[in-house]
Nanobody, 120 residues
Framework: QVQVVESGGGLVQAGGSLRLSCAASGSIQSIAIMGWYSQAPGKQRELVAT???????NYADSVKGRFTISRDNAKKMVYLQMNSLKPEDTAVYYCNAVASVWGRGYLELWGQGTLVTVSS
């Protein structure tokens, strides 16, 4: 089964830090882009950060300077280091990957999400 699975969410006070991890598994040949999206209650899912296979990154303006995305291609993992967290960062965070899967071409994979709650 080809999938991505997140971990690392939780409850943190404002100003604190969390690190999210996401592992891709299954018959994956390569991963073109990996990223994190967030969905706050009552809002649409939105991009937080993405990272391509060449390590080029893209961030939402709201997280620039506070969040850092990184990946380990050998392990098929992506990380999101979140610092200086704010209550408005509270959301379910989803891992996303666009992967080349053996015999199936490119697939877009979504994780189940991990909840991040930032208390004031």
């Amino acid at each position: 089964q080809v999938q991505v699975v997140e971990s690392g969410g939780g409850l943190v006070q404002a100003g604190g830090s969390l690190r999210l991890s996401c592992a891709a598994s299954g018959s994956i040949q390569s991963i073109a882009i990996m990223g994190w999206y967030s969905q706050a209650p009552g809002k649409q899912r939105e991009l937080v950060a993405t990272i391509r296979s060449d390590s080029s990154t893209n961030y939402a303006d709201s997280v620039k300077g506070r969040f850092t995305i990184s990946r380990d291609n050998a392990k098929k993992m992506v990380y999101l280091q979140m610092n200086s967290l704010k209550p408005e960062d509270t959301a379910v965070y989803y891992c996303n990957a666009v992967a080349s899967v053996w015999g199936r071409g490119y697939l877009e994979l979504w994780g189940q999400g991990t909840l991040v709650t930032v208390s004031s």
